[in-house]
């Protein structure tokens, strides 16, 4: 089986709003991973971020959610609020295939009352972290009883995050009845110990690791001083896209603020943004309004992006599958990607790289003095999907009524109550200003540009 539709217990209905979001081939994981799902068996998998997971999970999830029954039926945990909105997204698009299927998040950074609410309308599936879950059990705003399907996503991470305990307390409130799926992108043991205590025979899926993905070309370069060897790099590879890792939010500033001083488009992300500044972060790298984003690992679990040409590792994590998360920011679904280590020589703690990376011929600016600049700036509008925007509503006012072309409009990204836009820079300001005597649906929106 290669196809989706070679799984015909997929329904005809379901493959069309595949195909329709670019999704007809299946990945590996998927191809192992749907039919045992659709039989109702546990699955361990051994998954690399960007191998389709998500679908390989969501899929099955989708169509065995009975949307007639009281109370949701699917749970799928995460360790981060970034990929829990990934996969949120990811799966609200292919759900649109069922009518009135309703998806709820639950993750900090928002009002638990908020939340609350959501659920108290009804959710047929949740997608959350731990702790956020465990804070509305003990508010008693959430019931587990009624979930049939329990699916952990990038558990080693969350082991390694501390959430063993939190996540056995999740289950003790759910019926012992119930089919379990556990994805993980990397193998240790504590993994195996867990599999051992949640999952009944499971079905074993195994997909190449990052590591051995030959499409990302690994580097390590030694360097005493990092910063210059950053700007070395950036004018050595001239990569369109930059994910910098740093470990500390101490330095993603410094290094951030010396990008921009050097005249490239950076941004930073780090674990001292709230939800809505984590947001806007990503959404400006995805959309090309920034060139650089500069993180702590709080960036490597949640961001999905097709294409991020390079990424580099200011600070080597002292951990491997720290660094196999993050190099896998590139090299996507098969895609080419760089990543670029700078090593601290005599390094112990960080000797892995040696093993694992190529060292780097000496560096040499291929185009000295090149900037990363980005073509896109981004508004945002104070509308969204509680008020029933869809991108066609706004990417028809800016081309019919403001007269811009497509080629002055890049991504549109609708979020709860919110709309970003990216627009070609030269078009910002007019853009604005307009934006203040037309309407868009018969309403009136603000509108920014994002700093």
Not at 45 to 61: E, R, V
Not at 83 to 95: T, W, Y
Not at 211 to 223: C, L
Not at 331 to 352: C, E, F, N
Request: proline share 3%.
């Amino acid at each position: 089986m290669t196809h989706f539709n070679d799984i015909h217990e997929i329904p005809e209905a379901l493959i069309e709003t595949l195909t329709q979001n670019g999704f007809t081939t299946m990945t590996p994981v998927q191809r192992e991973s749907i039919p045992a799902a659709l039989e109702g068996k546990d699955i361990l998998a051994h998954a690399p971020t960007g191998s389709g997971k998500t679908l390989a999970f969501g899929i099955p999830a989708l169509m065995m959610t009975q949307q007639s029954k009281k109370g949701p039926s699917t749970l799928i945990v995460t360790p981060t609020r970034e990929l829990a909105e990934q996969i949120a997204a990811a799966l609200k698009k292919i759900a649109s295939y069922r009518e009135n299927f309703k998806i709820t998040t639950l993750y900090g950074g928002v009002p638990l009352r908020t939340q609350a609410d959501s659920l108290q309308k009804g959710a047929h599936m949740l997608i959350g972290t731990p702790g956020r879950i465990l804070d509305h059990l003990s508010k008693g705003t959430l019931v587990l009883d009624t979930i049939e399907r329990l699916i952990l996503d990038e558990a080693d991470r969350m082991l390694d995050m501390g959430f063993h305990d939190d996540i056995l307390k999740i289950i003790a409130k759910m019926n012992t009845k119930r089919q379990t799926l556990l994805f993980s992108a990397t193998f240790p043991p504590k993994i195996k110990t867990m599999a051992k205590e949640l999952l009944h025979e499971p079905v074993m899926v195994s997909v190449d690791s990052e590591a051995d993905n030959s499409t990302i070309d690994e580097i390590v370069y030694v360097a005493q001083n990092r910063l210059q060897a950053l700007g070395q790099c950036i004018e050595t590879y001239r990569p369109a896209s930059l994910l910098v890792f740093c470990n500390t939010k101490t330095d993603v500033d410094l290094v951030t603020d010396r990008l921009r001083q050097q005249g490239h488009d950076a941004i930073a992300l780090h674990g001292d943004f709230d939800q809505g500044e984590r947001q806007e972060a990503i959404i400006r790298f995805e959309n090309n309004s920034a060139s650089i984003l500069v993180a702590t690992d709080v960036a490597s679990r949640g961001i999905d992006i097709a294409k991020v040409d390079m990424v580099l590792n200011y600070d080597l994590p002292f951990d491997e599958t720290v660094y196999t998360h993050r190099i896998g920011r590139t090299g996507r679904a098969g895609a080419s990607g760089i990543a670029v280590s700078l090593y601290a020589s005599g390094s112990q703690k960080t000797a892995y790289i040696m093993q694992r990376a190529h060292e780097g011929k000496a560096l040499t600016a291929s185009t000295p003095n090149y900037l990363m600049h980005a073509s896109y700036a981004t508004i945002c509008l104070n509308g969204g999907k509680r008020q029933k925007l869809r991108k066609g509503d706004i990417l028809g006012t800016l081309c019919k009524e403001l007269g811009l072309s497509a080629s002055q409009i890049g991504m549109i990204t609708i979020m709860e109550q919110k709309s970003y836009v990216a627009l070609k820079k030269e078009s910002v300001a007019e853009v604005l200003q307009r934006l203040k005597q037309c309407k868009i649906k018969k309403k009136r929106y603000m509108a920014w540009r994002v700093h």
